[in-house]
């Protein structure tokens, strides 16, 4: 007989438990992404990145077949909508300014994590039950809604009308490996004039007199994490105010997840000044923080974009994703894509209005990304999505 808990916190889930319905493909090599690993989502909460004071509790579901573990799904009691990249601050401000209360609220996620990913884990039988059971918890308890962000688009599809939830259509910028063997074949594939834009900005970048590493696995060393540190917390106070990850997160990244890492620093001699980290999956290098000390004219684009081109390309992976928006990313081969999430609000006159405003958001979207294909840098229709 199947049944639903809501509990306290991840550890109370075994890992290999977790990760059975999390990643099962773990078992004969990477999983797809790295982001719902019990690895990954533990460390956010035992850094106190995720928690107490964060405005992310966690509440992981889990729904058992006679004692085993089938399904489950990453969920959060959020008092905020920092660290989504789903926007829904203008719906918390409209039903405020109605009377009504938007947080705290539940939100189906990796949190910091701008990824598509699979959200509702173990096999596509137990989605609905997941959702269904999300949605009692937030009735039960009055809440105004609930939100899976960056699901999959199967998920979206099977799950959108399910208790009148809410599918939404937002977009980014990725990287497609068309079969390049180097980096030139990708060069080859764009116009005379983005191609000379690349080049010219990588020449530059290379000139500074630094030196760039890629490191994954035990070739990153606690004093890389040091200097990243530095840099991620420039960059977390410039554009959130306050970092969202804590130091230890980054050690505990390192302990349980080093693997699953590519961490690249441009030094000078043998100081890093700046630097980028990627998640790997199986098909797909994640983009995540970048930061630095100095500033260099197009260390950014090399460090972020070119590198990650040329890691991916090297080691066969189909795609980068360069996290949420930058349409600066454009120029640069990442062409703009579709990505999902789902929304169920509780009262049913704001959920009208919600509604209406995806419908119109959904064919803004759907038309922007038809124009920034068309502008795109590619100079044969092949290379484009």
Same mark, same amino acid.
């Given at each position: ?7 306290? +916190? ?31 989502? @533990? ?20 729904? =058992? ?7 489950? +799904? ?29 947080? $705290? ?5 990796? $949190?910091?994590? $701008?990824?598509? %990913? ?23 308890? @009055? ?8 699901? +999959? ?25 068309? %079969? ?9 594939? !764009? ?10 900005? @990588?020449?530059?970048?290379? %000139? ?13 060393? $606690?004093?890389?994490? #040091?200097? &990243?540190?530095?840099?991620?917390? #420039? +960059? ?42 990627? &998640?790997?999956?199986? #098909? ?14 197009? !260390? ?18 189909? @795609? ?9 990313? !454009? ?30 958001? =959904? ?23």
């Amino acid at each position: 007989m199947a049944d639903l808990t809501l509990h306290e +916190t991840l550890a109370d889930i075994p890992a290999a438990e977790w990760d059975a319905v999390a990643a099962p493909e773990q078992a004969d090599g990477r999983p797809l992404d790295p982001f719902t690993t019990h690895r990954f989502l @533990r460390a956010l909460d035992a850094s106190g990145s995720t928690g107490t004071g964060s405005g992310w509790q966690a509440r992981p579901l889990a729904l =058992r077949d006679e004692g085993r573990l089938v399904a489950a +799904t990453p969920l959060y009691v959020k008092t905020h909508s920092q660290g989504e990249y789903i926007f829904d601050h203008g719906w918390a401000d409209a039903l405020e300014r109605a009377g009504g209360r938007y947080y $705290p609220k539940l939100q189906i996620a990796v $949190p910091f994590t $701008p990824a598509t %990913g699979r959200r509702f884990l173990g096999p596509p039988e137990h989605r609905e039950t997941l959702l269904r059971a999300t949605i009692g918890v937030a009735a039960q308890n @009055r809440l105004s809604s609930v939100h899976a962000t960056f699901c +999959t688009e199967a998920e979206a599809l099977a799950l959108a009308g399910v208790e009148d939830t809410l599918h939404r259509v937002t977009q980014q910028f990725h990287w497609v490996n068309r %079969g390049y063997a180097t980096f030139d074949d990708f060069l080859a594939d !764009l116009s005379s004039r983005k191609r000379k834009m690349i080049r010219k900005e @990588r020449e530059t970048a290379q %000139g500074h007199g630094l030196t760039i590493r890629a490191l994954t696995g035990d070739a990153i060393e $606690p004093q890389h994490w #040091d200097a &990243f540190w530095q840099f991620y917390q #420039d +960059t977390g106070a410039r554009k959130w105010g306050t970092p969202y990850l804590t130091r230890k997160a980054f050690t505990l990244f390192h302990d349980t997840m080093r693997n699953d890492m590519l961490l690249v620093l441009a030094f000078d001699k043998d100081r890093p000044v700046a630097g980028a980290l990627n &998640f790997i999956g199986r #098909d797909t290098l994640y983009g995540r923080y970048w930061g630095c000390v100095e500033d260099h004219p197009c !260390l950014h684009f090399e460090l972020c974009y070119y590198q990650a081109i040329d890691w991916a390309i090297a080691n066969g992976l189909d @795609r980068v994703e360069a996290g949420a928006q930058g349409e600066h990313k !454009l120029a640069r081969g990442y062409l703009p894509v579709e990505t999902h999430s789902l929304h169920w609000i509780a009262d049913p006159a704001f959920r009208k209005a919600v509604a209406r405003y995806l419908e119109a958001e =959904r064919k803004a979207v759907g038309q922007e990304i038809e124009v920034l294909t068309a502008y795109g840098p590619f100079r044969r229709s092949e290379g484009r999505e």
